[in-house]
């Protein structure tokens, strides 16, 4: 390939294209293909690379804590878990009719997963996704000082087409962040998809963001079109802690009897006595 050429796919901003091109001209004189199927093949190869990075960066703008397909998640563990529900989230179609989702229960029976999960599947469906666990919330809110904070604040939370906020329940929000969240589900409500996990009772709700009224417009909202999925069982964290135990209190393994080994040299003054008496009886029987 000339240089002149990729100099021109470099200007053009078509480096997809220009890393397999190589190879698609020998496809094509090997399989004499068309002028119009090199150019379908070699335009293919441009935009899946595009999508790819295009998923990179929506990946990146989401700052998943920890990401991972939901095909790795392990549903022998806790059978009761709703796995059915949580497939049919993963084809996004809450997102299309702007439907929440809650997902509640104790700690460790996989709710973070699945919404990273979930989330993920719909970066790969070319939605927008934000997820927030809800120290990082916290951390917002503490660092809107300004009317400027607030507004980028509240622009960045309702821009994505799916708000995913993580771990609600776990700490008490800082002051006026019931107003704020209030504001920002009114304002997502029948507009934009949310999902949240809890693992406290939702009467709890107004202890936590510690304005009852707030409280209760937020859950009156978000909860109209909200699916919810209870998350019961045992915790996953505690399985790897309890297979780390149980490891550890076993007994150690009884030595093997061989050769230079403890064991058989404990056992050679008896076979020593046990052949000198054998000897002895010989003896006697000789004489």
Same mark, same amino acid.
């Given at each position: 390939?000339?240089?002149?050429?990729?100099?021109?796919?470099?200007?053009?901003?078509?480096?997809?294209?220009?890393?397999?091109?190589?190879?698609?001209?020998?496809?094509?004189?090997?399989? *004499?293909? #068309?002028?119009?199927?090199?150019?379908?093949?070699? $335009?293919?190869?441009?935009?899946?690379? =595009? @999508?790819? %990075?295009? &998923?990179?960066?929506?990946?990146?703008?989401?700052?998943?804590?920890?990401?991972?397909?939901?095909?790795?998640?392990?549903?022998?563990? *806790?059978? #009761?878990?709703?796995?059915?529900?949580?497939?049919? $989230?993963?084809?996004?179609?809450?997102? =299309? @009719?702007? %439907?929440? &989702?809650?997902?509640?229960?104790?700690?460790?029976?996989?709710?973070?997963?699945?919404?990273?999960?979930?989330?993920?599947?719909?970066?790969?469906?070319?939605?927008?996704?934000?997820?927030?666990?809800?120290?990082?919330?916290?951390?917002?809110?503490?660092?809107?000082?300004?009317?400027?904070?607030?507004?980028?604040?509240?622009?960045?939370?309702?821009?994505?087409?799916?708000?995913?906020?993580?771990?609600?329940?776990?700490?008490?929000?800082?002051?006026?962040?019931?107003?704020?969240?209030?504001?920002?589900?009114?304002?997502?409500?029948?507009?934009?998809?949310?999902?949240?996990?809890?693992?406290?009772?939702?009467?709890?709700?107004?202890?936590?963001?510690?304005?009852?009224?707030?409280?209760?417009?937020?859950?009156?909202?978000?909860?109209?079109?909200?699916?919810?999925?209870?998350?019961?069982?045992?915790?996953?964290?505690?399985?790897?802690?309890?297979?780390?135990?149980?490891?550890?209190?076993?007994?150690?393994?009884?030595?093997?009897?061989?050769?230079?080994?403890?064991?058989?040299?404990?056992?050679?003054?008896?076979?020593?006595?046990?052949?000198?008496?054998?000897?002895?009886?010989?003896?006697?029987?000789?004489?």
């Amino acid at each position: 390939m000339k240089d002149s050429l990729q100099t021109t796919l470099r200007q053009l901003r078509l480096s997809g294209l220009a890393q397999t091109l190589e190879v698609r001209l020998q496809e094509a004189a090997g399989h *004499n293909l #068309s002028h119009a199927e090199f150019l379908e093949l070699i $335009l293919q190869d441009e935009l899946l690379v =595009r @999508d790819e %990075r295009l &998923v990179n960066r929506r990946v990146k703008a989401a700052t998943f804590r920890e990401l991972k397909p939901i095909d790795e998640f392990d549903w022998v563990f *806790n059978p #009761s878990l709703p796995k059915k529900q949580v497939f049919d $989230l993963a084809t996004c179609r809450f997102i =299309r @009719d702007n %439907r929440d &989702v809650l997902l509640i229960g104790p700690p460790g029976t996989g709710k973070s997963f699945v919404v990273q999960a979930v989330g993920y599947q719909a970066i790969k469906q070319g939605f927008g996704v934000l997820y927030r666990s809800i120290f990082d919330v916290v951390r917002d809110f503490l660092h809107d000082d300004t009317p400027d904070d607030e507004g980028k604040l509240l622009a960045r939370y309702l821009k994505p087409d799916l708000l995913i906020v993580d771990d609600m329940g776990m700490k008490q929000l800082p002051r006026r962040s019931g107003e704020v969240l209030f504001e920002i589900i009114m304002r997502r409500y029948e507009t934009r998809s949310t999902m949240m996990t809890r693992n406290r009772p939702l009467e709890d709700w107004g202890k936590l963001i510690g304005d009852v009224p707030s409280a209760t417009a937020i859950l009156d909202r978000f909860l109209h079109h909200a699916e919810v999925l209870n998350f019961s069982g045992k915790s996953y964290r505690l399985r790897d802690q309890a297979a780390t135990v149980s490891d550890s209190a076993k007994p150690a393994n009884a030595p093997i009897s061989g050769p230079g080994s403890d064991a058989d040299e404990s056992a050679s003054p008896r076979r020593s006595r046990r052949n000198n008496r054998s000897a002895a009886s010989e003896a006697a029987c000789e004489t």
